[in-house]
């Protein structure tokens, strides 16, 4: 299988631990992003990697997460301390940008994070 | 900033029946309109995809027109089956925005056999 993966698929955690998910892109595959999803809600764009560079992060990434893609090829993010109100999927997916034009995103299975 | 509305569900339907989800946009600049489809117990997956006004994306049975005179991409399908049960996003990406998504907030569909 080439497609995104990610692990672990389920974590749960009690509050004020900290936990790091992992997401491995399809081979050759530049842009690395992620996206969190909560119950009955569409996914919502985190931030993103181009390469191993960080380029953009959303204002709901809080200074309680981080995210690195230290060789331009797998990516962790890790959350501090975490609240209750981070339970959501946390959702991995990669692309091929090119120079033009925008990319289409293939996305992982994602990991299920519930914080007791 | 750039949305995506999208009709809400639940919508439960017979088999064979004909299906409309609505979906409504606001971008700036020219997005590329996408049909993402999660099925129970998986991940997102790309259903199907318009880049320019008029463009229609097709896949497995389902259709979408990009229409910017009134910024929809209503995704349509003739006969639907017990296996299209699903949900839906409507979502579009732009140039402009680094191409990460903004996602519609989904749309559960339910096939009666």
């Known amino acids: 299988d080439t497609g995104v993966s990610q692990d672990p698929r389920h974590k749960i955690t009690k509050r004020g631990q900290n936990v790091t998910f992992r997401c491995d892109p399809i081979s050759e595959h530049n842009r690395l992003y992620w996206y969190r999803q909560t119950l009955g809600q569409g996914p919502e764009f985190l931030t993103y990697?181009?390469?191993?560079?960080?380029?953009?992060k959303s204002r709901l990434l809080s200074d309680r997460f981080s995210a690195e893609r230290p060789k331009g090829s797998f990516s962790t993010l890790e959350i501090q301390r975490t609240e209750q109100g981070d339970s959501a999927m946390y959702l991995c997916a990669s692309s091929l940008a090119l120079a033009r034009g925008t990319d289409t995103q293939y996305f992982g299975p994602g990991t299920r994070l519930t914080v007791l | 900033g750039n949305s995506v509305t999208q009709m809400e569900g639940p919508v439960t339907l017979s088999e064979e029946a004909f299906l409309t989800i609505n979906c409504t946009y606001t971008a700036t600049g020219y997005p590329s309109l996408f049909w993402y489809v999660q099925y129970p117990g998986e991940g997102l997956q790309l259903l199907l995809k318009a880049t320019k006004a008029d463009d229609k994306g097709s896949n497995k049975g389902f259709e979408a027109t990009y229409r910017k005179e009134t910024t929809s991409f209503h995704l349509e399908k003739g006969s639907v089956q017990v296996s299209d049960s699903a949900v839906y996003f409507c979502?579009?990406?732009?140039?402009?925005?680094?191409?990460?998504?903004?996602f519609g907030s989904g749309t559960r569909l339910s096939i009666r056999p």
């Open positions: 979502a579009l990406t732009s140039y402009s925005s680094a191409s990460k998504i903004i």
């Open positions: 990697f181009q390469n191993e560079a960080q380029l953009e």
